[in-house]
């Protein structure tokens, strides 16, 4: 005979909740997703001479070396408008989304004994780790609002469709970490291997330079690739917001579908496996 009753509220400790009931113990501990990162974004670069300055200095440094190598050697600049920009734009946003993807890999693993000392919904992990990442992306901003305006782009109405660019890539993003999460709870390797698919990935993105420009009727298979991957699109769209780039107009609704369905997925995907995470 069970020895749990429905009736008085007792339910087994790895009973599944309904998506309602598990949203809905999400918000009630909404505080906690936003402490969580505030505070390690405070003490993240604490112990550096410059603190929290490198939350801009290492993407900044990075487009410099990026600028240098793929503008000034390779030619990748060639006929972009205002290349530093369009760099600074790709580069920025696409940290957005490797950090998210890294740090969620690491958001069961590295709180192990909060998750024993304290119950609560296991998907604020990762949700945490994304939302600190998006804290951070905010002074990125900044500072691809300063290169636009220090590079004669200047800001224009297109600002107002930003919000909506950044919850389709929070989508992207909050759903690769469920998936990340979870899978590096069950195989540690996963968090050395997510870094080297990131690398891989940039390179296929158009980050550094047009990947369209590559993905003509010789490249079939590279074609294929650009049209299905939405952080192509993404970055297009944050592109546009900033300097006016053309926008694939199906294809950016395509790579809104996909987020969405990412986050869908990643979402029930993380939560099927809740009765394992912290356990010994």
Known sequence: MSTFDPAAGLRPTDATLSARAYLQALWRRRDFAVA???????????????GNVWHLGNPLLTVGV????????LGADRGIDNYLLWLTVGVFTYR????????????????????????????L???SV???????????????????????????????????????HTMLNLGGAFIAARLSDGFRDMQQIIPFLFRLLQFV???????????????????????????????????????AAPVDVPAALLSIGTSAAVLVFGFRFFVAAEHRYGRP
Do not use: C
């Open 36 to 50: 969580m990162p505030a505070e390690t974004i405070r003490s993240r670069h604490q112990n550096t001479f410059l």
């Open 125 to 127: 992990l990762p949700i």
């Open 96 to 123: 957005l989304t490797s950090s998210s993807v890294l740090g969620g890999s690491t958001a069961i693993t590295s709180n192990q004994g909060l998750m024993r000392a304290l119950k609560f919904p296991r998907a």
């Open 130 to 168: 994304v939302i600190g990442e998006i804290l951070t992306f905010g002074f990125e901003l900044a500072a691809i609002a300063v290169v636009a305006v220090a590079t004669g782009q200047g800001l224009s109405s297109r600002l107002l469709a930003l919000p909506f660019v950044l919850a389709v």
């Open 205 to 243: 993105s158009g980050v550094m330079y047009p990947i369209g420009r590559y993905a003509d009727s010789d490249h079939a298979w590279l074609h294929r690739f650009v049209v299905w991957n939405p952080i192509v699109h993404i970055l297009e769209m944050y592109r546009w917001v900033f300097m």
């Open 66 to 73: 990026y600028l240098i190598v793929f503008g000034g050697l």
